[in-house]
Structures are given as structure tokens and as C-alpha cells.
């Protein structure tokens, strides 16, 4: 089994060789995490690597990942486990017809193991040869306050008590990791369980590190352009700013285009990759996507 990193340091370094770049302040929270065994809540804005650091961590310690995607309506049965129900009713209809069917034992049979359909928080309970799993709690904000109220116990004890089986209980605790592009507040007693971190766009410096380790094929030049130019959109007043993700994107479609420099009209025609809304493309077209790209000339032949 991968033993958990033992520094700072080696946590930084053994997400690096996964391929994700990851800052001081986010490497700490994570060894934190690691170390006190307490879940990591992480919120920021869309595509900055809050979901991808749950993938990364899972790679670098060989942990199996578990994902629960929150959604509106997202329940408990449907988060822990759910009877298979269709499979229940194929195994009464056989009991029957094969007659004389010893009904204690085909109702013990039907609620057993054979016909629960684990889901995410169950099967993270579940022990795993390779350690605990991680557990992603991805997009919470999406799901309501009962919800939440449910998680609290389930991250405060980790275990599930399912009437027709008994307790369940997980011999060693998962990793767990929240995520949230915080479209609403999470209620506190939940954050307070937690480790928080504020997700942030990277600086120049990192953005372009991130771009070499998911786009290494784009030029050096290129990719200080692409990386200056996505930073300068963000401190316009656009409705949406473009992600880290966003920033990967671009990349890739300009390489798919052998650009080799970046201009106002190759701008104009690829801004869909970076800007997903049709009022800031139609506001970033034309005078105003070469305004800031000779500013972002600028900066980028100063330095
Ligand atoms: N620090 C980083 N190092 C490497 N890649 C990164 C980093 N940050 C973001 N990325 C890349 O950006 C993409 C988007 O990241 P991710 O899906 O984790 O964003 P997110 O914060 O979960 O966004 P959303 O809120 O929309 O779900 C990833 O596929 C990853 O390739
Ligand atoms: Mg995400």
C-alpha cells in the first residue's frame, strides 16, 4: 500500500509527477488533510482544478476514487445504497412458479447482499486492498439542505445502518474531498467538519506550468500568449471568466490550428473555446480582443 506523503513538500511533488500543478497553500491543506484524517472542502470558481485534485491525489497514493456527483433531488438512497428492485421482483416470479416457495427464506434472500446496489457513500465504506478509497463529494452546492444535514452524520461516523442487513461501518475512514463552485453557502456545521481552501485562479507563472503539463506540444511563446491573454480576460467584466480549463482548451484548438502567434482574428474566430456565453464573445470581438492583446503584447515583451 502507498503510504500517505510525509511533507508538504512531497505532497507538492508526487501530485507534479501526476501531471497537476499545485501551489503551496493547496499542497498544505492537502498534507493537513491527509494527516488529520479530516475532510477537505474545497470552493472556487468553475474549471480551476477542484475536481481534478481528487483524481490526482487518487493517482498519486493508488487509491481507488469514488465519486458522488450532487445534484437537485440527490437522496440518500440514491448516495448509499438502493435495493434492486427489478431483480427482486425476476427472483419472486421463479420462487413462484417453481411453487412451494419457503417464503422466510426467499425474504431473506431477496434483502441480502445479492440485490443491494451499493452507491458511492456505502461502497466507500467498503475496504480496499489498496487503503481507503477517496471519496469525492463533487458539486455540493447543487444539492439541497437535507441533504447536507444527511452528509454531516455520514462524514461525522461513517457508517450506515441498513434495517435489513445491520451497520455497516467502515474499518479505516476514506478520504473525503468536497467540492463546491459555491452557488450557494454551504451551511456551516458541514464546513466546520472540514478543511477549507479557497480555490483561485493560478498566476502567470503556474497557469503556464499547468499548460505544459496538459498541452506540452504548444511553443513556449504561444503558450505565454494564450496564458496572458486568458489572465487579461479575467479582470474584464465578462459574465463568465474562463477557467484553467478553459485556458487547456484554447490551447489545444489553436495547436489544431498550427497557430504559431496569436492575433486579433485568430482570437475572433476561436473565442467559443474560451468564452461560453454569446454576450461576452460579441463584446470581446473585433477592437476589443486586439486591445487587450497588444496590451498583453506589451507586458509579455517588457518582461
Ligand atoms: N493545477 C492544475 N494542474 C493541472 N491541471 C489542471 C490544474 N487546474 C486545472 N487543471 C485542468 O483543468 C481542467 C479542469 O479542472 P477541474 O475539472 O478540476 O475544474 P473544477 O474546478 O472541478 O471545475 P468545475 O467547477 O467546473 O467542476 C482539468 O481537466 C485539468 O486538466
Ligand atoms: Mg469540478
Known amino acids: 500500500m502507498t503510504q500517505i506523503p510525509q511533507s508538504i513538500d512531497e505532497v507538492q511533488a508526487r501530485l507534479n509527477d501526476t501531471g497537476y500543478v499545485c501551489g503551496r497553500a493547496l499542497a498544505t491543506v492537502v498534507f493537513l488533510s491527509l494527516k488529520l484524517g479530516r475532510p477537505l472542502f474545497l470552493e472556487g470558481e468553475a474549471g480551476v482544478g477542484k475536481t481534478e485534485i481528487a483524481k490526482a ?161 504548444v511553443a513556449e511563446t504561444l503558450s505565454h500568449q494564450i496564458v496572458a491573454f486568458v489572465q487579461a480576460l479575467r479582470t474584464e467584466d465578462i459574465f463568465k471568466k474562463p477557467g484553467v480549463a478553459e485556458t487547456i482548451d484554447w490551447a489545444k484548438c489553436l495547436l489544431a490550428l498550427d497557430v504559431v502567434d496569436l492575433s486579433p482574428e485568430v482570437i475572433s474566430d476561436t473565442l467559443g473555446a474560451i468564452l461560453k456565453y454569446q454576450d461576452d464573445i460579441q463584446k470581446l470581438q473585433g477592437s476589443e480582443a486586439k486591445r487587450i492583446l497588444d496590451n498583453v503584447s506589451q507586458s509579455l515583451d517588457v518582461a
Open 57 to 217: 491525489l487518487a493517482a498519486c497514493l493508488g487509491r481507488k476514487l469514488i465519486r458522488l456527483q450532487c445534484y437537485e433531488g440527490l437522496d440518500a438512497s440514491s448516495a448509499v445504497y438502493e435495493w434492486n428492485f427489478p431483480a427482486q421482483m425476476i427472483a419472486i416470479r421463479t420462487a413462484e412458479a417453481g411453487g412451494g416457495a419457503d417464503r422466510a427464506a426467499l425474504n431473506a434472500e431477496l434483502f441480502g447482499p445479492e440485490f443491494l446496489i451499493e452507491r458511492p457513500l456505502l461502497e466507500a465504506m467498503r475496504p480496499d486492498e489498496n487503503g481507503a478509497p477517496i471519496l469525492l463529494i463533487d458539486e455540493l452546492d447543487r444539492t439541497d439542505e437535507p441533504f447536507e444535514a444527511f452528509l454531516l452524520e455520514a462524514l461525522s461516523d461513517f457508517q450506515v445502518t441498513i434495517p435489513e442487513i445491520g451497520t455497516i461501518k467502515a474499518p479505516e475512514p476514506p478520504i473525503v474531498i468536497l467540492t463546491s463552485n459555491r452557488t450557494r453557502e454551504v451551511h456551516d456545521a458541514l464546513k466546520r467538519r472540514c478543511l477549507y481552501h479557497w480555490v483561485d485562479y493560478p498566476g502567470f507563472e503556474r497557469e503556464v506550468d499547468i499548460l505544459n503539463a496538459r498541452a506540452p506540444e
